[in-house]
Each structure stands twice: as C-alpha cells, then as structure tokens.
C-alpha cells in the first residue's frame, strides 16, 4: 500500500472518518488495528515478527524499570538490544553475508560449495521501527523516560501506520505522550496536513518520479556508453530524485498525522543549501542523523573513530551492500575531516562570517560531493561505481544530453526555489503562515500541477526498501 497510489487514500480517508468519531481509548484501538492491517497489506506473515518484538520490548522495559541492581538493569538492556539486532540483522543482511561469502570463496578458488539457496523477505520498515523501538527501552534505561502502562498504548506508538514503513523515527518521548493523551480535533492543524501531504505527493509524483527517468536511462546506460555527461546527469538527477521521494515520503506520513491529531518531528530542511557535510546531516533525514548521535556516536569514546563508525553504520542501515558501506565511509572520513580543519582553522567560525558569494561556493561545493558520493548509494555493485567514477574523463558529446539537462532542470529548479523560500522565511512549508485563501489556492494549484506533471513511470518509494 504505497503512499501515492489511490487504495492507500481510500485507506486514510475511511480511518480518518471511523476515527474522529471514537472517544479516546476507542481511537487506540481501532488505530492499532487499522496499522496492523496497513503493514499485513504487503504479507501477513510480517505482522507475527512485530508483534513479538513489541511483546518482548514493552515487557522487558517494564523489568528495567523495577529493577534496582544496576548489572541487572544493563543485562536486560544488552538483551533487548541484541534481541532487536537479531531480529534486524537475519532478515535485512543474511542474503548480504550468504553472498559475500561465497565471493570470498570463489576469490580462494573454492568454486562449488553448497550454499542455502533460501532467500530472506524482508519485511517492510524492520529498519525505522526497530530502531524506535531501541530508543524506547534506551530512555527508560536512562530514566529519561517512564515505560508505558498499557501494551496497547506502546504497540500502537511502534506501529501507528504513518511513519510504520519509512518513518520519520519517532522518539519515545515525543510522541508516546501523545499517543497515552487524548487527541483533539483542531482544524488549522487538519488543514495543515492535507497541505503536507500535497506538498508531499508533489515531491514524489512530480519531482522524484520525473528525476527518476533521467537517473534511471543515465545509470542504465539508455543515453548512451558511461561519459562525463552521463554520470554527471545520473547523479544531478538522482541526488534530486531521492531528496524529493524520501523528503516527499515525510511530507505526506506528518499530513497524514495530523489529519489523526498527531505531530511528527520534521525530516528534512532544504538540505541541498547546506554548507558542510555536517550541517547537511542536521539537515537531511534528520530522525536518523539524530538517533545515530544519541544512541551511537555519543556512546562511543574517540570523535573522529565516532563519526567513521557511525557513518559506516548509518551505510549499512540504509542497504545490505558494500556500495552503501562505502557510501557510509566516506561521509564519516569527510566528516571527521571537517571536524579536524574547524578544530585547527577555525573553518566554522569563517562559514559564519563569509558573504553570500563564499556561502554559495560552499553549497555549490558541497552538492558536488555529494553528488560523487551518491554514485556508491546509486550503483548496483563497487565494480560499477568504480567503472562511472572511471568514465567522467571521457567527454563525448551527444545532442540528447542537453534534452536530458532541460527536462532536468524543469522538474528540479522548482523545487529548489521552493526550498530557498522556505529556507528565507523559516516555516517548515511555503506559505505556511499566508492567509487561508492563499494556501487553499496553493492546495489548488498542486492537485492541478499533479494531474498534468505527474510521471507516467510508476515508481516505488526509495526508502520503501530500507
């Protein structure tokens, strides 16, 4: 049930409506159901290793809480953090080590072994809502937090279908009051989400999706043999392409939380006007920069050991293969760069003071580096990263590129103006704080913008698969 097609908005209309007309505790329940049966709508079976996982969470943060012997405390911890690894790690990254191992084997000349021929589905969104699950226990470890008396108040705060499949990761503390606390109906924040989910499907259906065909005939080689040309189109289009699915994604899981009295914590503010690495991941999927701070970096001992380690990690999470450990690599050597030159030049304190021609080298800087990077998160294999890294020496020309670069452009400067606003006036949406005709105008003009501009590719959400 992706977020852009029409059962999903069938789905959320008949929730909304069943919805509003519950008293609290009522809400709960039928809101746990309706996420159940959102998440069996790919595979039932995906529903029983939620289910226990949640289980064992709620109940070993009980017995955290009421023990007072500190080793007993910290065993119940590892447990249920290793219980959660577990659970993570065989479904998203046994094909991964089944595969690499039988390339190490072939690399030593071992050519017929016998392998498990299983593959592992894996379930959508294991990713976001074990890592909200480990914050969860994390916090009542920490005392941060109290756990949650009712089983059902924790399994839907877990579940609650919005942020179920790709997020944004929810704090325990921000959004499990709101979930044990009854919920009003408030009409400007209902009228803000359907605007945010708008503004979402717009992201997706008309900016990624459209970038999409451009990275999509680049990296398959349909605009010709790999070539500077190319693989500059390839990832100018895909850099866009999963900024405007994943952002597009977020947009729409907070309209749709708001529509049930719900607020989720913003993803994404205009990353592409970053002016360093670090400040892109304060930035970009910030859910994820920021639980990787708390409950990794800030747990480890040596800063720049910290950073590689948790960018290799965050690699990792995104995707079981070396392209994306890569990918992980450097973002932590380039951040731990960045650290080591402030620290020595006293680089963040000149960013601060640079004017606007030096501001816009950095981004300019910055969105190229990127652009290199997202070559590992793109390509299928190290092999073919290496093999486009290789071909930006060779500059052969074909007239189709500058069609490809004009198509490009038309679906990727709106939305950069639509940031650079955004960015200026300090709101999370455009026109957030305009009058209400203005912004049911901009409402207008979107579903009309999406009836003509929409890709005629369909194209599943990218971080669907993490």
């Known amino acids: 049930m ?3 097609s029409p059962i999903f908005f069938v789905f959320l209309i008949i929730v909304v409506v069943g919805y509003w007309r519950l008293p609290w505790r009522a809400q709960n329940i039928f809101l746990l159901v309706a996420s159940y049966f959102f998440y069996g709508w790919w595979d039932w079976r995906f529903l029983l290793l939620m289910g226990v996982s949640t289980v064992f969470d709620f109940v070993i943060a009980k017995r955290i809480d009421r023990c007072d012997k500190p080793v007993s405390r910290r065993a119940w911890l590892i447990f249920s953090v290793v219980l959660n690894l577990t659970f993570l790690g065989f479904f998203k990254y046994f094909n991964f080590f089944v595969d690499s191992f039988a390339v190490a084997l072939h690399g030593f000349g071992v050519q017929h072994v016998s392998l498990p021929v299983l593959r592992i589905l894996l379930p959508p969104g294991i990713s976001f ?6 914050a969860y226990v994390v916090d009542v470890y920490r005392k941060r937090l109290k756990p949650a008396d009712s089983l059902l108040d924790y399994a839907l705060f877990i579940s609650l279908f919005p942020h179920l499949i790709a997020g944004p990761i929810q704090r325990p503390s921000h959004l499990l009051p709101q979930v044990q606390n009854p919920r009003r109906f408030d009409d400007t924040r209902f009228f803000d989400g359907l605007l945010l989910i708008l503004s979402g499907l717009f992201r997706k259906c008309i900016i990624a999706d459209n ?16 070539s500077f040309f190319t693989v500059l189109l390839g990832t100018y289009a895909f850099a866009w392409q999963i900024y405007g699915d994943f952002s597009g994604y977020s947009d729409i899981a907070r309209g749709a939380a708001q529509l049930l009295g719900f607020h989720f914590i913003v993803n994404f503010r205009q990353p592409f006007l970053a002016t360093s690495l670090r400040d892109f991941w304060q930035r970009w999927h910030i859910s994820l920069s ?5 409950y990794v970096y800030m747990n480890l001992r040596f800063t720049y050991r910290n950073l590689l380690l948790t960018m290799l990690l965050c690699g990792l999470w995104h995707g079981a293969g070396w ?18 030159y402030a620290r020595v030049r006293g680089f963040t304190a000149r960013v601060a003071e640079s004017g606007a021609i030096q501001l816009w080298a950095k981004r300019v800087l910055l969105f190229h580096v990127l652009c290199v990077t997202w070559i590992f ?3 299928p294999s190290l092999k073919e990263a290496f093999h486009l890294l290789a071909a930006v020496r060779l500059f ?11 198509f490009l452009a038309l679906f990727t400067v709106p939305l950069f103006l639509i940031d650079l606003a955004v960015e200026n006036a300090g709101t999370e949406y455009l026109w957030q704080q305009r009058a209400p005709m203005l912004r049911v105008a901009m409402g207008v003009t979107a579903l009309l913008l999406l009836t003509l501009f929409s890709a005629n590719q369909a194209s599943a959400f990218i971080y669907f698969q993490f």
């Open 129 to 134: 809502y074990t890592f909200q699950a480990i």
């Open 2 to 4: 992706l977020f852009d």
């Open 290 to 294: 920021s639980w990787l701070r708390d």
């Open 377 to 379: 998160f793109r390509a």
């Open 396 to 406: 052969s020309w074909n007239p189709l590129y500058l069609i490809a670069f004009k």
């Open 211 to 226: 970038c999409a065909l451009i990275a999509n005939a680049a990296f398959g080689g349909t605009l010709g043999p790999a």
């Open 323 to 340: 392209t994306y450990v890569l990918w992980g690599g450097l973002h932590g050597a380039i951040l731990a760069g960045e650290r080591y």
